[in-house]
Protein backbone atom coordinates (compact mmCIF):
# COMPACT_ATOMS: atom_id res chain seq x y z
CA UNK A 1 0.00 0.00 0.00
CA UNK A 2 1.04 3.36 -0.78
CA UNK A 3 0.05 6.77 1.25
CA UNK A 4 0.82 10.34 -0.61
CA UNK A 5 0.81 13.13 0.73
CA UNK A 6 1.65 16.65 1.27
CA UNK A 7 0.25 18.36 -1.71
CA UNK A 8 -1.56 21.80 -1.11
CA UNK A 9 -1.41 25.26 -2.60
CA UNK A 10 1.56 27.33 -3.04
CA UNK A 11 2.23 30.15 -4.97
CA UNK A 12 4.19 29.92 -7.90
CA UNK A 13 8.20 29.85 -7.02
CA UNK A 14 6.98 28.22 -3.83
CA UNK A 15 8.09 25.03 -2.31
CA UNK A 16 6.29 21.63 -1.33
CA UNK A 17 7.31 18.50 -0.23
CA UNK A 18 5.41 15.45 -0.55
CA UNK A 19 5.85 12.35 0.86
CA UNK A 20 4.93 8.65 -0.22
CA UNK A 21 4.81 6.31 2.64
CA UNK A 22 4.71 2.34 2.00
CA UNK A 23 3.55 -0.32 3.78
CA UNK A 24 3.18 -4.28 3.02
CA UNK A 25 6.23 -4.21 0.46
CA UNK A 26 9.55 -4.76 1.20
CA UNK A 27 10.57 -1.06 -0.11
CA UNK A 28 14.76 -2.01 -0.39
CA UNK A 29 13.34 -3.86 -3.53
CA UNK A 30 10.88 -1.54 -4.89
CA UNK A 31 11.96 1.40 -7.59
CA UNK A 32 9.30 4.01 -6.20
CA UNK A 33 7.87 6.95 -9.35
CA UNK A 34 6.22 10.05 -8.71
CA UNK A 35 3.85 10.76 -11.54
CA UNK A 36 1.42 13.19 -12.17
CA UNK A 37 -1.40 14.34 -13.88
CA UNK A 38 -3.58 17.14 -15.12
CA UNK A 39 -6.87 17.94 -16.13
CA UNK A 40 -7.45 16.77 -19.74
CA UNK A 41 -3.72 15.26 -20.04
CA UNK A 42 -2.22 12.04 -19.56
CA UNK A 43 -0.37 10.90 -16.50
CA UNK A 44 3.33 11.35 -16.75
CA UNK A 45 5.93 10.58 -15.41
CA UNK A 46 7.83 13.35 -12.88
CA UNK A 47 10.56 11.17 -11.18
CA UNK A 48 11.71 7.79 -10.09
CA UNK A 49 14.33 6.61 -8.10
CA UNK A 50 16.05 2.72 -7.77
CA UNK A 51 15.43 0.19 -5.31
CA UNK A 52 18.77 1.24 -3.38
CA UNK A 53 18.04 4.61 -3.97
CA UNK A 54 21.64 5.24 -5.87
CA UNK A 55 19.60 5.73 -9.22
CA UNK A 56 17.16 8.24 -10.09
CA UNK A 57 15.50 9.52 -13.31
CA UNK A 58 13.75 13.34 -13.66
CA UNK A 59 11.61 14.59 -16.45
CA UNK A 60 13.04 17.55 -17.94
CA UNK A 61 10.49 19.79 -17.05
CA UNK A 62 11.46 19.25 -13.46
CA UNK A 63 15.60 18.57 -13.33
CA UNK A 64 17.24 20.77 -10.91
CA UNK A 65 14.13 21.99 -9.54
CA UNK A 66 12.33 18.17 -8.12
CA UNK A 67 14.56 16.38 -6.03
CA UNK A 68 13.34 12.33 -5.01
CA UNK A 69 14.87 10.91 -1.94
CA UNK A 70 14.08 7.49 -0.25
CA UNK A 71 14.79 5.85 2.97
CA UNK A 72 14.16 2.35 2.91
CA UNK A 73 14.50 2.40 6.63
CA UNK A 74 11.61 4.16 7.49
CA UNK A 75 9.67 3.03 4.41
CA UNK A 76 9.05 6.74 2.38
CA UNK A 77 10.03 8.65 -0.44
CA UNK A 78 9.65 11.96 -0.82
CA UNK A 79 9.73 14.79 -3.70
CA UNK A 80 11.12 17.88 -2.66
CA UNK A 81 9.49 20.61 -5.61
CA UNK A 82 11.36 23.70 -5.38
CA UNK A 83 10.76 26.97 -8.06
CA UNK A 84 7.14 25.34 -8.39
CA UNK A 85 5.45 26.83 -11.44
CA UNK A 86 1.69 27.02 -12.65
CA UNK A 87 2.26 24.12 -15.30
CA UNK A 88 3.12 21.84 -11.87
CA UNK A 89 -0.08 21.75 -10.99
CA UNK A 90 -1.47 18.32 -11.27
CA UNK A 91 -2.75 15.37 -8.90
CA UNK A 92 0.88 13.53 -8.15
CA UNK A 93 0.96 9.82 -7.24
CA UNK A 94 3.56 7.61 -6.02
CA UNK A 95 3.89 4.29 -7.55
CA UNK A 96 6.16 1.21 -7.03
CA UNK A 97 7.42 -2.30 -9.07
CA UNK A 98 10.73 -4.28 -8.96
CA UNK A 99 12.94 -3.11 -11.82
CA UNK A 100 16.41 -3.81 -12.95
CA UNK A 101 18.58 -1.30 -11.09
CA UNK A 102 19.70 0.13 -14.29
CA UNK A 103 16.17 0.88 -15.59
CA UNK A 104 16.09 3.55 -18.48
CA UNK A 105 13.05 5.42 -18.34
CA UNK A 106 9.99 6.44 -15.70
CA UNK A 107 7.38 5.76 -17.30
CA UNK A 108 3.49 5.06 -15.19
CA UNK A 109 3.27 2.04 -17.69
CA UNK A 110 6.06 0.42 -16.51
CA UNK A 111 4.79 0.55 -12.21
CA UNK A 112 1.87 -2.10 -11.26
CA UNK A 113 1.16 -0.76 -7.70
CA UNK A 114 -0.16 2.80 -7.32
CA UNK A 115 -1.53 4.74 -3.75
CA UNK A 116 -3.91 7.72 -4.01
CA UNK A 117 -2.95 11.05 -5.59
CA UNK A 118 -2.19 14.37 -3.66
CA UNK A 119 -3.48 17.42 -5.36
CA UNK A 120 -1.04 20.27 -5.78
CA UNK A 121 -2.25 23.72 -6.77
CA UNK A 122 0.10 26.39 -8.00
CA UNK A 123 -1.20 29.90 -8.35
CA UNK A 124 0.36 32.58 -10.28
Known amino acids: QLQASGGGLVQAGGSLRLSCVVS????????IGWFRQAPGKEREGVSC????????IYDDHVTGRFTISKDNIMNTVWLQMSSLKPEDAAVYYC???????????????????WGQGTLVTVSS
Open 95 to 113: AAEILPHEFGSCSPEDFGS
Open 24 to 31: GLPLDQYA
Open 49 to 56: ISSGGGRT
